[in-house]
């Protein structure tokens, strides 16, 4: 049987929260994806900085993760 996995990012925990309901009932495993460099979720430069990075294309650096497919 094929495994699950729920890939989220959350900056202020909203996808956290929903990404941690479902795990359970579709039997998934988790992984969030953190950014090296944090936005602040109550600055308001968060959507300055953030529109910046998605007008421009530009994708944030993430930590690295422990995850193997087909495991």
């Known amino acids: 049987m094929l495994k699950k996995l729920i890939v989220y990012y959350s900056l202020t925990g909203n996808t956290r929260f929903i990404a941690e309901t479902l795990k359970d009932p579709?039997?998934?495993?988790?992984?969030?994806?953190?950014?090296?460099?944090?936005?602040?979720a109550d600055s308001t430069s968060r959507f300055i900085w953030g529109g910046y990075q998605s007008t421009m294309k530009k994708k944030p650096k993430l930590m690295d993760f422990d995850i193997k497919p087909l495991e």
């Open 26 to 40: 579709i039997e998934a495993d988790i992984l969030e994806l953190k950014p090296i460099k944090e936005l602040n």
